[in-house]
């Protein structure tokens, strides 16, 4: 978070990474890139995240990021998981999301979990 608060591109009034919510096409040494318009208060928190022009990386190594992915495509419109796939995603999203969630038979609360990490995921890609 310290890094943004420095960062030319962040939005001091709205905490966001160029305009709040839509991002921004950016030009920095010849590269293009697209802010994200994301609140930095709250990506920063997310272990997936990474800064969209490179300032700062992912705090998740790249295998568990793959696998992440890997099971978010997989699981795509699936209603309930196989006891291995509950292990897996419980084990993913606490490693992405920084959280600590114990396994769970509960559908609805597997599902947020799910839905959470994709939506971590999808910031950074
Ligand atoms: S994510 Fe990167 S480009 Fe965006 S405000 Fe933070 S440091 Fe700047």
Redesign the pocket.
Known sequence: ?N?????????KSTG???PLGTGKR?QLKGEK?K??G?V?EV??RIAAS???????GRDVPESSYAKAKDFVERTEGKRRFSRPEIDELVELSNEILKTNRKTTGCGPCLKQMRDEMKRALHVSL
Request: with cysteine; proline share 4%; glycine share 10%.
């Open positions: 978070m890094i943004c608060r420095q960062c030319k591109y962040y939005q966001s990474c160029g950016v890139y802010l994200c994301c930095m990506k920063t990474g800064c969209p022009v490179g300032f700062w």
